[in-house]
């Protein structure tokens, strides 16, 4: 099992739909989670971080984790075209001292 | 303005021909990164450094060297270019490898 997968394809939206992505890990101690949103040719940017199993509720952005299940996701609510990007899951290994990063996932919104 | 500097932003080079990427940080983070990033890959670690003068491989070290002499450093090197390390490569820090990284704007590197 890869550390991090991420394996949807491209996700097509209407403008105003919710996006969903999903995320599973295989590392059962893993304790810190991040979503990075990269547009095309720019560095990842932080756009949310989770801790603790449930929700976390930042702007249009939900993260949800569930540690039993070792997955955790992403719900775009409201997709903008401007949230058409690649999001990057990641996810800390080996006692803390790296993050993995899952392969990413395409959102295009369409207006 | 706290960031993650990288130069150059883009490199074309030749094969055999030594070349350093240098990445510097203003938040006093002790933990720095390297990643490349190719199409179908993702990102995947280089190396990564915990503090000044502590240095491990990621996943793909191979090709690559590091230091870390100072704490707002941390250059990547490659001895010997070859055409496959022609890829994106991004510079991170941290205050622990378990927290948000902030990443550099990326060097776009081709090795001819």
């Known amino acids: 099992q890869k550390e991090v997968e991420q394996n949807s394809g491209p996700l097509s939206v209407p403008e105003g739909a919710i996006a969903s992505l999903n995320c599973t890990y295989s590392d059962r101690v893993s304790q810190s989670f991040f979503w990075y949103r990269q547009y095309s040719g720019k560095s990842p940017e932080l756009i949310m971080s989770?801790?603790?199993?449930g929700d976390k509720e930042d702007g249009r952005f939900t993260a949800q984790l569930n540690k039993a299940s070792q997955y955790v996701s992403l719900l775009i609510r409201d997709s903008q075209p401007s949230d058409s990007a690649t999001y990057l899951c990641?996810?800390?290994?080996?006692?803390?001292?790296?993050?993995?990063f899952g392969k990413g996932n395409q959102v295009v919104v369409i207006p | 303005e706290a960031q993650v500097t990288q130069n150059p932003r883009y490199l074309i080079t030749v094969t055999g021909k030594k070349l350093t990427v240098t990445c510097s940080q203003n938040?006093?983070?002790?933990?720095m990164s390297w990643y490349r990033q190719d199409p179908g890959l993702g990102l995947r670690q280089i190396y990564y450094?915990?503090?000044?003068?502590?240095?491990d491989k990621g996943d793909v070290p191979e090709g690559y060297k590091v230091s870390r002499k100072e704490k707002r450093n941390f250059p990547l090197i490659l001895e010997s270019p070859s055409p496959n390390q022609t890829s994106l490569y991004f510079c991170?820090?941290?205050?622990?490898?378990?927290?948000?990284?902030?990443f550099g704007d990326g060097t776009r590197l081709s090795i001819l």
């Open positions: 991170a820090s941290s205050t622990g490898g378990a927290q948000p990284q902030h």
């Open positions: 989770i801790y603790s199993n």
């Open positions: 990641a996810v800390n290994m080996k006692g803390n001292n790296r993050l993995a």
């Open positions: 938040m006093n983070h002790e933990y």
């Open positions: 450094s915990m503090n000044v003068e502590v240095t």
